[in-house]
């Protein structure tokens, strides 16, 4: 309709569009396939993009690597001030872009807009960062010599991005890397590129307005082809990946095996733990929206709730009567809870997940199932549900990208602990109480494992401020917030003799 073609226009999206982009250049090759996309709020075909070949990559890095050059040199608290007009400009693209988030993707508009949000903060952020890449200064064991240490820009960093966030996670990376003197080479997950193309024009404007060299902010599409060909390349000596532990532990073997960095953001089976002594008002509102937002497809999704005994049936009437209460619907339609899913794959993956838990011993107390008929026709929509498990049942270990929820009981605290702990992943975990000695025994180092341990907060919607990622299958990368921006610099050891002789350190005589 009208409104959909007005903002793809205001976002620079056109009807079929390139391969690849350096910036102001937009490119195929001759042979480059194109794919469509498809929106999953109501199947209807949003746009096309062609795929990068392996010539259109390797232009890509070319390009970068010679801007690279340039970028450099220029003065960190400068390049902040361009990433400060990126915010500003991402501030007056935020509906639209928040839309388009939402259109694309399938994610309420509210979340949409706030994935934008989270663009807008890393910016401001990043700003503030590009005074402060600080190193230290030692003490020299040396008369007249001075140690200090430098961090300095590593080259291209590429980037692969997951659908769930098709652009948050990515401004996460650009950002910082930017302000470290970077450039990035951005290959956007082949469901949500249209999103990935509307971020690189508002980059690029802000850039040729500051006449940045072309190539400081690239794009490439497709799918894990061009992964491959970025994790297997030295000239990318940082790759930041985020998406599922398969595809993570693929990465991981290419870039460790030339030896290069790896920032791995990969699968979560985040739980909260409920307390006798929690607020149980917060640990409903927590658990509903960390399961059923972005209907269960973000990396801290909750997906396992470890209730007390004492409490576990009067939450589990509440938890089924919260559910009967959401709607279920298009996204773009702020009245409604849920969207669908991104996709048919992610719809099957749900279904078998469902099946695999009643085969494996479990009982559902909110049935799930797929929706139909009108404002269903994608095909996409399913119901979040809820079912009574084990932890140990191999389904429960497993990450489903779907509005499942599991329930399972506890009795102690060191027994609450060890289950949320007994999972392959480590994202985000979180305890509701109201008890100091609970709330401190899981943070404590015999606590919680995760990256992320809250209390009296959900498992999702965590701040850019803070470093985002975790331990185990969820690769240990750390992305965002505090100091992850030391892994987009290499890291430089100094010391100076402004003496006269040359003592040498540890003692060492060595006497020409
Ligand atoms: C993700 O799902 O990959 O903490 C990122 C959150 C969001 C980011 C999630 N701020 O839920």
Redesign the pocket.
């Known amino acids: 309709d009208n409104k959909t073609q007005t903002i793809l226009s205001n976002l620079g999206i056109n009807e079929v569009n390139e391969a690849f982009s350096t910036g102001k250049t937009w490119d195929s090759a001759a042979e480059a396939a194109i794919h469509a996309i498809v929106s999953p709020v109501n199947g209807q075909k949003i746009a096309s993009v062609k795929f990068s070949t392996p010539a259109c990559y390797n232009k890509v890095i070319v390009k970068a690597a010679d801007a690279f050059k340039q970028w450099r040199t220029v003065p960190a608290p400068k390049r902040g001030d361009v990433v400060r007009q990126i915010g500003d400009s991402l501030r007056k693209h935020k509906d639209d872009l928040g839309w388009l988030v939402s259109y694309e993707m399938g994610k309420s508009l509210q979340e949409g807009r706030g994935e934008v949000q ?1 663009m807008i903060d890393i910016c401001d952020f990043a700003v503030g960062l590009s005074r402060q890449l600080y190193g230290l200064t030692m003490h020299s064991e040396r008369p007249q010599h001075r140690m200090y240490e430098q961090y300095h820009p590593l080259g291209i960093v590429g980037i692969i991005s ?1 659908f ?2 098709p652009v ?2 990515w401004s996460w990376n650009a950002m910082l890397a930017w302000v470290c003197g970077d450039v990035c080479v951005w290959k956007p997950s082949e469901k949500t590129p249209l999103t990935a193309i509307a971020c690189q024009h508002i980059v690029q404007s802000v850039f040729e307005a500051n006449e940045i060299p072309e190539g400081v902010s690239c794009l490439v599409m497709g799918d894990r082809a061009i992964g491959e060909l970025m994790a297997n390349d030295t000239r990318v000596p940082l790759v930041s990946a ?1 998406g599922s532990t398969r595809m993570g532990k693929a990465v991981s073997a290419a870039v460790g095996a030339r030896l290069g960095k790896s920032l791995l ?1 990969l699968g979560g089976n985040n739980a909260i733990i409920i307390s006798e002594h929690a607020d149980l008002s917060i640990a409903l509102t927590g658990a509903v929206f960390g399961a059923v937002g ?1 209907a269960g497809q ?4 909750t997906r396992r709730l470890i209730i007390h005994q004492s409490i576990y049936d009067t939450f589990k009437q509440k938890l089924a009567h919260a559910y009967s209460q959401l709607r279920i619907g298009n996204p773009l339609d702020e009245r409604n809870h849920v969207g669908p899913l991104i996709d048919q794959d992610a719809v099957e993956a749900y279904l078998q997940s469902i099946d695999a838990c009643k085969a494996q011993g479990g009982k559902f107390i909110v049935e799930g199932g797929l929706l139909s008929g009108e404002g269903y026709e994608s095909g996409c929509y399913v119901k979040p549900c809820v079912a009574e498990v084990e932890n140990h049942f191999e389904i429960v270990q497993h990450e489903t990208f779907a509005p499942i929820l599991y329930l399972i009981k506890y009795n102690t605290l060191d027994e609450a602990i060890h289950l949320q702990n007994s999972v392959p992943q480590g994202l ?1 975990s979180a305890i509701i109480t109201n008890h100091l000695r609970e709330a401190e025994a899981f943070l404590s180092a015999s606590g919680s494992d995760c990256g992320i341990a809250n209390v009296n907060i959900g498992t ?5 401020g803070g470093a ?1 990622g975790g331990e185990k299958e969820t690769g240990g990368g750390r992305e965002s917030g505090s100091d992850a921006w030391k892994v987009y610099m290499r890291r430089q050891t100094n010391t100076i003799n402004y003496s006269t002789n040359l003592p040498l350190a540890q003692g060492i005589q060595f006497n020409l």
């Open positions: 989270e997951a769930n966030f948050a996670v985020t953001e972005t973000r990396c801290t999704t985000s999702s919607g965590a701040e850019i985002f």
